[in-house]
Protein backbone atom coordinates (compact mmCIF):
# COMPACT_ATOMS: atom_id res chain seq x y z
CA UNK A 1 0.00 0.00 0.00
CA UNK A 2 1.35 3.59 -0.94
CA UNK A 3 2.61 5.75 2.00
CA UNK A 4 0.68 8.95 2.29
CA UNK A 5 3.14 11.81 2.95
CA UNK A 6 1.83 14.83 3.14
CA UNK A 7 -1.94 15.42 4.55
CA UNK A 8 -3.89 18.72 4.33
CA UNK A 9 -6.62 19.92 6.31
CA UNK A 10 -8.85 22.98 5.61
CA UNK A 11 -12.07 23.20 7.65
CA UNK A 12 -15.02 25.02 6.42
CA UNK A 13 -18.46 26.42 7.50
CA UNK A 14 -20.16 22.39 8.35
CA UNK A 15 -17.29 20.54 6.40
CA UNK A 16 -13.66 20.27 5.49
CA UNK A 17 -11.18 19.79 2.77
CA UNK A 18 -8.69 17.01 3.33
CA UNK A 19 -5.97 17.01 0.72
CA UNK A 20 -3.97 13.94 0.94
CA UNK A 21 -0.62 13.97 -1.39
CA UNK A 22 -2.57 17.17 -3.11
CA UNK A 23 -5.67 15.00 -3.98
CA UNK A 24 -8.82 17.09 -2.57
CA UNK A 25 -11.37 15.04 -0.96
CA UNK A 26 -14.18 16.95 0.84
CA UNK A 27 -15.83 15.14 3.89
CA UNK A 28 -18.34 15.99 6.21
CA UNK A 29 -17.00 17.10 10.00
CA UNK A 30 -17.80 13.75 11.44
CA UNK A 31 -15.67 11.36 8.62
CA UNK A 32 -12.91 14.09 8.94
CA UNK A 33 -12.58 13.25 12.96
CA UNK A 34 -13.00 9.44 11.74
CA UNK A 35 -9.92 9.89 9.07
CA UNK A 36 -7.59 11.63 11.20
CA UNK A 37 -7.99 9.11 14.26
CA UNK A 38 -7.33 6.89 12.12
CA UNK A 39 -3.89 8.68 10.85
CA UNK A 40 -2.92 9.88 14.17
CA UNK A 41 -5.23 8.43 16.91
CA UNK A 42 -5.96 11.91 17.53
CA UNK A 43 -8.60 13.94 16.36
CA UNK A 44 -6.53 16.93 15.09
CA UNK A 45 -3.55 16.44 13.08
CA UNK A 46 -0.60 16.13 15.53
CA UNK A 47 1.49 18.88 14.01
CA UNK A 48 -1.16 22.41 14.02
CA UNK A 49 0.98 23.59 10.81
CA UNK A 50 -0.59 20.72 9.09
CA UNK A 51 -4.07 22.61 8.54
CA UNK A 52 -4.30 25.14 6.24
CA UNK A 53 -5.75 28.14 6.72
CA UNK A 54 -8.45 30.08 4.84
CA UNK A 55 -8.26 33.10 3.11
CA UNK A 56 -11.87 33.80 4.97
CA UNK A 57 -10.21 33.27 8.11
CA UNK A 58 -6.68 35.10 7.74
CA UNK A 59 -8.89 38.72 8.70
CA UNK A 60 -9.84 37.04 12.11
CA UNK A 61 -6.72 35.26 12.47
CA UNK A 62 -4.80 39.27 12.34
CA UNK A 63 -7.09 39.93 15.21
CA UNK A 64 -6.40 37.44 17.36
CA UNK A 65 -3.70 34.68 16.27
CA UNK A 66 -5.59 31.81 18.46
CA UNK A 67 -8.86 32.45 16.80
CA UNK A 68 -10.85 29.09 16.11
CA UNK A 69 -13.57 29.06 13.56
CA UNK A 70 -16.64 27.37 14.51
CA UNK A 71 -18.46 24.77 12.08
CA UNK A 72 -21.21 25.85 12.49
CA UNK A 73 -22.59 28.07 9.34
CA UNK A 74 -24.92 30.34 11.18
CA UNK A 75 -27.59 32.33 10.00
CA UNK A 76 -25.75 35.10 8.90
CA UNK A 77 -23.73 33.02 6.86
CA UNK A 78 -26.62 31.03 5.38
CA UNK A 79 -28.07 34.76 3.98
CA UNK A 80 -24.27 35.59 2.99
CA UNK A 81 -24.01 32.37 0.98
CA UNK A 82 -27.81 32.90 -0.40
CA UNK A 83 -26.91 36.80 -1.76
CA UNK A 84 -23.64 35.94 -3.25
CA UNK A 85 -25.14 33.25 -5.55
CA UNK A 86 -27.66 35.61 -6.47
CA UNK A 87 -25.07 38.32 -7.07
CA UNK A 88 -23.15 35.44 -9.27
CA UNK A 89 -26.00 34.45 -11.23
CA UNK A 90 -27.11 38.03 -12.02
CA UNK A 91 -23.87 39.26 -12.98
CA UNK A 92 -23.31 35.92 -15.25
CA UNK A 93 -26.78 37.32 -17.05
CA UNK A 94 -29.77 35.18 -15.05
CA UNK A 95 -32.71 36.57 -15.43
CA UNK A 96 -33.59 38.78 -12.10
CA UNK A 97 -36.54 37.32 -10.99
CA UNK A 98 -35.08 33.48 -11.52
CA UNK A 99 -31.66 34.82 -9.75
CA UNK A 100 -33.69 36.30 -6.73
CA UNK A 101 -36.60 34.37 -6.44
CA UNK A 102 -34.94 32.97 -2.54
CA UNK A 103 -33.86 36.63 -1.47
CA UNK A 104 -35.86 38.48 0.35
CA UNK A 105 -37.05 42.20 -0.78
CA UNK A 106 -34.50 43.69 1.39
CA UNK A 107 -31.50 41.26 0.04
CA UNK A 108 -33.11 41.78 -3.37
CA UNK A 109 -32.52 45.63 -3.34
CA UNK A 110 -28.93 44.75 -1.65
CA UNK A 111 -27.45 42.65 -4.06
CA UNK A 112 -29.43 44.82 -7.04
CA UNK A 113 -27.35 47.85 -5.99
CA UNK A 114 -24.13 45.51 -5.90
CA UNK A 115 -24.40 44.61 -9.39
CA UNK A 116 -25.41 48.08 -10.59
CA UNK A 117 -22.15 49.57 -8.61
CA UNK A 118 -19.78 46.87 -10.39
CA UNK A 119 -21.57 47.30 -13.75
CA UNK A 120 -20.26 50.96 -13.18
CA UNK A 121 -17.48 50.51 -11.88
CA UNK A 122 -16.07 48.05 -14.65
CA UNK A 123 -17.51 50.76 -17.00
CA UNK A 124 -18.47 48.37 -19.89
CA UNK A 125 -15.72 45.92 -19.32
CA UNK A 126 -15.96 42.37 -19.23
CA UNK A 127 -16.87 41.53 -15.52
CA UNK A 128 -15.65 37.65 -14.62
CA UNK A 129 -17.89 35.90 -12.11
CA UNK A 130 -17.80 32.47 -13.20
CA UNK A 131 -16.78 30.51 -10.11
CA UNK A 132 -14.31 28.48 -12.17
CA UNK A 133 -12.35 31.35 -13.45
CA UNK A 134 -12.79 33.36 -10.09
CA UNK A 135 -11.03 30.33 -8.14
CA UNK A 136 -7.12 30.64 -7.49
CA UNK A 137 -4.98 28.11 -6.35
CA UNK A 138 -2.75 27.49 -3.13
CA UNK A 139 0.23 29.87 -3.01
CA UNK A 140 0.73 29.98 0.15
CA UNK A 141 2.37 26.77 2.02
CA UNK A 142 -0.40 27.26 4.81
CA UNK A 143 -3.11 29.34 3.03
CA UNK A 144 -5.79 27.40 0.79
CA UNK A 145 -6.84 28.61 -2.69
CA UNK A 146 -9.82 31.06 -2.79
CA UNK A 147 -12.84 32.49 -5.03
CA UNK A 148 -13.21 35.65 -5.36
CA UNK A 149 -16.74 37.33 -6.26
CA UNK A 150 -15.94 38.72 -9.37
CA UNK A 151 -12.92 40.38 -11.38
CA UNK A 152 -12.65 42.50 -13.85
CA UNK A 153 -9.02 41.72 -15.07
CA UNK A 154 -8.57 44.88 -18.25
CA UNK A 155 -9.33 47.10 -15.15
CA UNK A 156 -7.26 44.94 -12.36
CA UNK A 157 -10.45 45.00 -10.34
CA UNK A 158 -11.26 42.76 -7.65
CA UNK A 159 -14.62 42.39 -5.97
CA UNK A 160 -15.93 41.09 -2.81
CA UNK A 161 -19.60 41.18 -2.22
CA UNK A 162 -20.48 41.49 1.80
CA UNK A 163 -23.44 41.18 3.74
CA UNK A 164 -24.02 42.16 7.29
CA UNK A 165 -21.99 44.19 9.15
CA UNK A 166 -18.95 46.70 7.62
CA UNK A 167 -15.94 45.03 9.19
CA UNK A 168 -12.11 44.63 7.97
CA UNK A 169 -11.72 41.83 5.24
CA UNK A 170 -8.57 43.06 3.88
CA UNK A 171 -6.14 40.37 4.77
CA UNK A 172 -8.54 37.79 2.57
CA UNK A 173 -8.45 40.29 -0.20
CA UNK A 174 -5.20 40.29 -0.08
CA UNK A 175 -4.78 36.36 -0.92
CA UNK A 176 -7.17 37.00 -3.52
CA UNK A 177 -5.12 40.15 -5.16
CA UNK A 178 -1.83 38.48 -5.15
CA UNK A 179 -3.40 35.51 -7.49
CA UNK A 180 -5.12 37.73 -9.76
CA UNK A 181 -1.88 39.87 -9.94
CA UNK A 182 -0.05 36.87 -10.91
CA UNK A 183 -2.67 34.94 -12.96
CA UNK A 184 -2.89 38.41 -15.10
CA UNK A 185 0.22 39.88 -15.35
CA UNK A 186 -0.91 43.36 -13.22
CA UNK A 187 1.29 45.12 -10.51
CA UNK A 188 -1.29 45.97 -8.85
CA UNK A 189 -5.15 45.36 -7.74
CA UNK A 190 -7.81 47.50 -6.88
CA UNK A 191 -10.03 45.70 -4.23
CA UNK A 192 -13.79 46.93 -3.84
CA UNK A 193 -15.75 45.32 -0.64
CA UNK A 194 -19.47 45.61 -1.64
CA UNK A 195 -21.39 46.03 1.77
CA UNK A 196 -24.62 45.72 0.28
CA UNK A 197 -26.67 45.94 3.22
CA UNK A 198 -25.35 49.67 3.84
CA UNK A 199 -24.96 50.20 -0.02
CA UNK A 200 -21.42 51.14 0.82
CA UNK A 201 -18.36 50.44 -1.21
CA UNK A 202 -14.76 50.40 0.56
CA UNK A 203 -11.73 50.26 -1.85
CA UNK A 204 -8.60 49.50 -1.03
CA UNK A 205 -5.38 49.01 -3.71
CA UNK A 206 -2.94 46.20 -3.13
CA UNK A 207 0.71 45.61 -4.88
CA UNK A 208 1.91 42.44 -5.26
CA UNK A 209 4.58 42.94 -2.56
CA UNK A 210 2.31 44.76 -0.53
CA UNK A 211 -0.34 41.61 -0.62
CA UNK A 212 2.55 39.01 -0.07
CA UNK A 213 3.37 40.86 3.43
CA UNK A 214 -0.08 40.79 4.68
CA UNK A 215 -0.54 37.28 4.56
CA UNK A 216 3.17 36.44 5.33
CA UNK A 217 2.50 38.68 8.62
CA UNK A 218 -1.00 36.69 9.61
CA UNK A 219 0.56 33.58 9.13
CA UNK A 220 3.86 33.97 10.65
CA UNK A 221 2.04 35.25 14.06
CA UNK A 222 -0.08 32.00 14.29
CA UNK A 223 2.86 30.13 13.86
CA UNK A 224 5.19 32.13 15.85
CA UNK A 225 2.41 30.90 18.58
CA UNK A 226 1.47 34.39 19.61
CA UNK A 227 -1.09 34.64 22.41
CA UNK A 228 -4.59 35.27 22.32
CA UNK A 229 -5.73 39.10 22.04
CA UNK A 230 -9.48 40.05 23.29
CA UNK A 231 -11.09 40.85 19.77
CA UNK A 232 -14.43 41.52 17.95
CA UNK A 233 -14.45 37.99 16.73
CA UNK A 234 -14.89 36.39 19.82
CA UNK A 235 -18.02 35.72 20.36
CA UNK A 236 -17.89 33.74 17.56
CA UNK A 237 -14.77 31.63 18.12
CA UNK A 238 -14.97 28.36 19.24
CA UNK A 239 -12.99 28.76 21.92
CA UNK A 240 -14.76 31.27 23.83
CA UNK A 241 -15.64 29.15 26.63
CA UNK A 242 -12.45 27.88 27.72
CA UNK A 243 -9.89 30.64 25.98
CA UNK A 244 -8.08 31.64 29.14
CA UNK A 245 -7.45 34.70 28.01
CA UNK A 246 -11.29 35.39 27.99
CA UNK A 247 -11.70 33.76 31.28
CA UNK A 248 -8.78 35.88 32.78
CA UNK A 249 -10.15 39.07 31.64
CA UNK A 250 -14.56 37.95 32.93
CA UNK A 251 -12.50 37.48 36.39
CA UNK A 252 -10.63 40.84 36.06
CA UNK A 253 -14.17 42.31 35.86
CA UNK A 254 -15.58 40.45 38.37
CA UNK A 255 -13.00 40.87 41.01
CA UNK A 256 -13.74 44.78 40.43
CA UNK A 257 -17.26 44.49 40.79
CA UNK A 258 -16.94 42.15 44.00
CA UNK A 259 -14.16 44.33 45.69
CA UNK A 260 -17.66 46.38 46.92
CA UNK A 261 -15.46 50.21 45.81
CA UNK A 262 -16.47 49.83 42.39
CA UNK A 263 -17.40 53.90 42.45
CA UNK A 264 -13.95 54.07 43.23
CA UNK A 265 -12.12 52.13 41.03
CA UNK A 266 -14.28 53.29 38.26
CA UNK A 267 -13.18 56.84 39.18
CA UNK A 268 -9.58 56.13 39.11
CA UNK A 269 -9.73 54.06 35.88
CA UNK A 270 -11.87 56.30 34.13
CA UNK A 271 -8.64 59.11 34.38
CA UNK A 272 -6.36 56.85 32.25
CA UNK A 273 -7.33 56.13 28.34
CA UNK A 274 -5.01 52.70 28.29
CA UNK A 275 -6.39 51.75 31.78
CA UNK A 276 -10.32 52.28 30.55
CA UNK A 277 -9.88 50.97 27.07
CA UNK A 278 -8.68 47.97 29.38
CA UNK A 279 -11.44 47.57 31.54
CA UNK A 280 -14.16 47.75 28.82
CA UNK A 281 -12.35 45.28 26.69
CA UNK A 282 -12.76 42.85 29.92
CA UNK A 283 -16.06 44.36 31.05
CA UNK A 284 -17.19 43.64 27.53
CA UNK A 285 -16.86 39.64 28.06
CA UNK A 286 -19.42 39.19 31.21
CA UNK A 287 -21.79 41.65 28.99
CA UNK A 288 -21.62 38.76 26.22
CA UNK A 289 -22.58 36.45 28.88
CA UNK A 290 -25.33 38.53 30.26
CA UNK A 291 -27.31 38.44 26.82
CA UNK A 292 -26.68 34.76 27.14
CA UNK A 293 -28.34 34.38 30.41
CA UNK A 294 -31.20 36.59 29.56
CA UNK A 295 -32.23 34.11 26.76
CA UNK A 296 -31.65 31.22 29.08
CA UNK A 297 -34.18 33.10 31.94
CA UNK A 298 -36.77 33.62 28.99
CA UNK A 299 -36.33 29.69 28.12
CA UNK A 300 -36.80 29.06 31.56
CA UNK A 301 -39.81 31.49 32.14
CA UNK A 302 -41.32 30.36 28.99
CA UNK A 303 -41.08 26.89 30.23
CA UNK A 304 -43.08 28.09 33.75
CA UNK A 305 -40.06 27.34 35.41
CA UNK A 306 -39.34 30.71 38.11
CA UNK A 307 -36.49 33.03 37.99
CA UNK A 308 -36.10 35.19 41.22
CA UNK A 309 -36.29 38.77 39.92
CA UNK A 310 -37.65 37.92 36.51
CA UNK A 311 -40.51 37.65 35.00
CA UNK A 312 -41.58 37.18 31.12
CA UNK A 313 -42.90 40.02 29.31
CA UNK A 314 -44.77 39.44 25.91
CA UNK A 315 -45.10 42.26 23.05
CA UNK A 316 -47.98 42.01 21.25
CA UNK A 317 -46.94 42.19 17.10
CA UNK A 318 -47.32 45.42 15.63
CA UNK A 319 -51.11 45.61 13.59
CA UNK A 320 -50.19 46.57 10.00
CA UNK A 321 -51.67 47.26 6.35
CA UNK A 322 -49.77 46.16 3.35
CA UNK A 323 -48.74 49.04 1.29
CA UNK A 324 -50.84 47.92 -2.00
CA UNK A 325 -54.26 47.64 0.58
CA UNK A 326 -53.52 50.80 1.28
CA UNK A 327 -52.92 51.82 -2.40
CA UNK A 328 -57.27 50.84 -2.87
CA UNK A 329 -58.17 53.48 -0.62
CA UNK A 330 -55.86 56.45 -1.46
CA UNK A 331 -58.49 58.28 -3.38
CA UNK A 332 -60.54 58.18 -0.92
CA UNK A 333 -58.22 59.15 1.69
CA UNK A 334 -56.32 61.29 -0.63
CA UNK A 335 -52.77 61.00 -1.51
CA UNK A 336 -51.08 64.27 0.54
CA UNK A 337 -52.39 63.08 3.79
CA UNK A 338 -51.38 59.50 3.35
CA UNK A 339 -48.00 60.80 2.26
CA UNK A 340 -48.06 62.93 5.66
CA UNK A 341 -49.10 59.46 7.41
CA UNK A 342 -46.00 57.83 6.55
CA UNK A 343 -43.58 60.29 6.93
CA UNK A 344 -39.73 61.24 5.48
CA UNK A 345 -38.72 58.84 3.31
CA UNK A 346 -34.62 58.21 3.14
CA UNK A 347 -32.85 60.22 0.82
CA UNK A 348 -31.31 57.57 -0.39
CA UNK A 349 -34.63 56.01 -1.46
CA UNK A 350 -35.98 59.35 -3.04
CA UNK A 351 -32.95 59.54 -5.28
CA UNK A 352 -33.62 56.05 -6.24
CA UNK A 353 -37.24 56.05 -6.96
CA UNK A 354 -36.29 59.75 -8.69
CA UNK A 355 -33.48 58.29 -10.51
CA UNK A 356 -35.76 55.46 -12.04
CA UNK A 357 -39.03 57.31 -12.89
CA UNK A 358 -36.93 60.69 -14.17
CA UNK A 359 -33.79 59.66 -15.46
CA UNK A 360 -33.27 62.77 -17.81
CA UNK A 361 -34.00 65.24 -14.32
CA UNK A 362 -31.09 66.73 -12.25
CA UNK A 363 -31.62 65.16 -8.96
CA UNK A 364 -32.99 68.65 -6.67
CA UNK A 365 -30.41 68.33 -3.88
CA UNK A 366 -31.96 71.71 -2.19
CA UNK A 367 -34.98 68.90 -0.78
CA UNK A 368 -32.69 66.73 1.15
CA UNK A 369 -32.51 67.30 4.91
CA UNK A 370 -29.55 66.45 7.24
CA UNK A 371 -30.62 65.43 10.60
CA UNK A 372 -28.19 66.17 13.61
CA UNK A 373 -25.37 63.57 13.50
CA UNK A 374 -24.33 61.60 16.72
CA UNK A 375 -20.92 60.18 17.92
CA UNK A 376 -20.40 56.56 19.10
CA UNK A 377 -17.37 54.50 20.27
CA UNK A 378 -16.19 51.19 18.47
CA UNK A 379 -13.73 49.00 19.51
CA UNK A 380 -10.68 49.02 17.00
CA UNK A 381 -7.77 46.17 16.38
CA UNK A 382 -4.85 47.51 19.03
CA UNK A 383 -1.62 47.31 16.89
CA UNK A 384 0.64 44.63 18.30
CA UNK A 385 3.68 45.79 20.50
CA UNK A 386 6.97 44.23 19.00
CA UNK A 387 9.10 42.63 21.73
CA UNK A 388 12.35 40.93 21.48
CA UNK A 389 12.03 37.39 21.61
S1 LIG B 1 -11.97 33.87 22.56
FE1 LIG B 1 -9.78 33.87 22.97
S2 LIG B 1 -8.89 32.67 21.31
FE2 LIG B 1 -10.94 33.22 20.70
S3 LIG B 1 -10.73 35.13 19.52
FE3 LIG B 1 -11.13 35.73 21.65
S4 LIG B 1 -9.14 35.95 22.59
FE4 LIG B 1 -8.86 34.83 20.70
Redesign the pocket.
Known sequence: MKTVECINVAREAGHAVLSMDGAEYSVNLDDLQKVLIDLYGEPTPRKASTELLRPSLLPKLAQ?P???SSPDAGEAAERGTRMDAAFRNLLMGVEEFKACQHLQPDEKESILWAVKTVRMLCSGEEVIADKNRCTFPQWHPRVTGGEADCICPILGKLFDLKSGQIRNYWEQQASYAKSIMEREFLDEVTCHLLFCDQQQIVTRKFTYQEAVSIVNGVVDSVDSGDG????E??EW?A??NT?Q??NQAAGEALTLAASGTLEESFAVISQDPVKLADFITKAAVLESYVEKGKKKILEYLSNNKEVPGFKRVSCKGKDTVEPENVAKYATWIGVPKLLKAYGSLSAATFRKLFTEALPEKKFPEELVKTGAGYSYVKQTPVPKIKTNK
Do not use: G, I, T
Not at 228 to 231: M, Q, T, V
Open positions: CCFVPRLCYCCAQCLR
